[in-house]
């Protein structure tokens, strides 16, 4: 069993760290808004620390799951950070969803230290963080993974190890791509379904296990002609990803028409008041 | 066993057809190029007609399944069309897509002569048809559809009757609409991933079980990381179809800005010389 900081409590955080205190790891938790960590302690055990350098502190590893860039680089290079206080050869594993740029200049700085760095953002949602069944994406050295991979079997389902770093957040963009195309033709068939005065559902039931079937499909289609959207993957997430997603795209020279399209779509929706609903109320621009 | 005449012997059609001679009915056929039906007689036996008239004359069921509105005008309310020849209370059941105007134009053509009419366009292209494993939505009176259903099982997987006549060409044409955007959303998404240097066969492997799942990243993603599209469903056929989506779409008034653009780049890969490959060649547009 290993010593182990996780910085980051929100909804994907407090039940990953929850499964590494489960599977009998030592487990100090670090999160910006100290009650949550209290209340981590109480339910979980361990220990919580104030700052991600008192956290990380003597640990083999320190897994993270925080907001943005910004935030990211605020628990690592701040001047609390836990780059400051990790041993030589200890690991970070980052599952925050970030550029691939900050990724490889957070393990550069990592490596100039002697510390490991791994970009492993997670796919599932807080269900599968929940359930112990996230898909984790992960860029990095050959190595470093082998000595991760045994500890994140504890919330995960599916780990591969996609190539150098950044390669991880990569593969997150991609996962994104599909789904941008996916919520929004089935938004626009869903909605002529309606229209043309269908029963949706009986139309889902017979072409579901088609040419036109999605997990999307299966998952959401009966909750969005019930425009019920109070779950999941919130809007304002999948902006800050497709903002991620174009910035590379742009950089790398992918044309990307229709998840450009989807995302300013999404734009709508967050305009409608839509930001913290699921991803599948892109279908609330036709049906308000 | 029923008496029944099979209207288009195409790659869909001769399939379809032999599955009912199978099954024990008595098949007559008749196609525009009479080679083709004199080749399917020699091969399944029944017989052959020289005009959809002919072929009608005594039958308890006429199965269609030719090109396109204009096509199915002539074999129905042409001068030797079948509607000219078959007796009251017989029942044509036509496999065409078509728009939903033409299906419900000719149901009341039908119903004035005291003939039985369903639309019922399939979905499961060639190897569907061929393994007798087709969906398919049907539109029209439910007393019609149950005697239709039981002839109609020799092919297929899936039979939905979906509502009034025109409802089983609405059906599929949001079935069009679904795979439109994934398509895209995945030409994308791989594009990307070859462009930032992944693999994308290992990127398709992590992220295939999740919420970017879809059978078209099942089905086509190797294909069009090879570059094979010479197989499947044409591109000449899906313009074709998304036409008849996009008339409907404007006649009822249901917005679909990325099927719209979809279709569009459909006809890129036409100017590229690609109308007779798969769908999934949509990808060509990123990489030629």
């Not at 069944?133 to 470093?144: F, P, R, S």
């Not at 019920?228 to 997430?237: E, L």
């Not at 800050?240 to 779509?265: C, H, S």
Request: proline share 3%; charged share 20%.
């Amino acid at each position: 069993m290993a010593k182990i900081a996780f910085l980051g409590l929100g909804v994907m955080g407090a039940p990953m760290a929850r499964h590494l205190a489960k599977a009998g790891h030592e487990v100090r938790v670090y999160n910006r808004t100290t009650s949550k960590a209290e209340r981590w302690v109480a339910e979980n055990g361990g220990a919580w620390a104030p700052t991600p350098g008192q956290a990380a502190q003597g640990c083999d590893f320190v897994f993270c799951c925080v907001g943005a860039d910004n935030d990211l680089r605020e628990v690592t290079i701040g001047p609390d950070g836990a780059f400051h206080a990790m041993a030589e050869g200890s690991l970070f594993v980052d599952h925050t969803t970030v550029s691939a740029q900050v990724s490889r200049e957070l393990e550069a700085e990592a490596r100039a230290k002697g510390i490991g760095f791994l970009d492993a953002p997670v796919s599932g949602g807080q269900a599968g963080a929940e359930n112990g069944k996230l898909t984790i994406m992960v860029g990095g050295d050959a190595e470093q993974f082998k000595q991760a991979e045994p500890v994140m079997q504890a919330y995960a389902q599916r780990i591969g190890l996609m190539g150098p770093s950044g390669s991880g957040q990569l593969t997150k963009m991609v996962n994104q791509i599909c789904i941008a195309g996916i919520v929004q033709g089935l938004s626009e068939a869903l909605n002529f379904a309606m229209t043309a005065g269908l029963d949706p559902r009986a139309v889902v039931e017979v072409i579901s296990k088609g040419a036109a079937q999605s997990w999307q499909m299966e998952n959401r289609s009966s909750t969005m002609v019930d425009g019920q959207f109070d779950f999941g993957f919130a809007v304002d997430w999948m902006r800050k990803d497709l903002g991620l997603v174009l910035d590379e795209a742009r950089r790398i020279g992918a044309p990307l028409p229709v998840t450009a399209l989807v995302d300013q779509f999404y734009a709508d929706v967050q305009k409608m008041g839509g930001g913290r609903q699921d991803t599948s109320s892109l279908i609330r621009r036709f049906r308000g």
